[in-house]
């Protein structure tokens, strides 16, 4: 049986951590603000231009949108469920992509 709650709490968290990507990302696409951080600054720069910050940028939204959408899928009773083959997601794999939506199996077809 799955804690709900501590999912939640993951997927809340991770949340916020992309939201804070997403902001970082957009002060470095618009120059303003507070310095990027330096990881950051390096990943880009270490690429050499500004698409990576776009690519970045998309993959973060991404993300956020799966994140969400996982959220409902526990305020619906339907989290943890693969929805391609319709059994349980394994727990270690949700500990490691909370917001996956297909079991080991189907993931790796
Ligand atoms: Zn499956």
Sequence with gaps: ?????????LLLNLKKQVEERIDKTHE???HSGEPVS??????????GNDEVVYTLDSLARTELADIEDAIKRIENNEYGICNKCGVEIEMERLKTIP???????CASD
């Excluded at 330096?38 to 690429?47: I, L, V």
């Excluded at 917001?99 to 199996?105: A, E, F, L, P």
């Design 38 to 47: 330096k990881s950051f600054d390096e990943q880009a720069a270490g690429r």
């Design 99 to 105: 917001y996956t939506r297909t079991c080991k199996s």
């Design 28 to 30: 470095h696409i618009h």
């Design 1 to 9: 049986m799955i804690n709900k709650n501590e999912f939640n709490d």
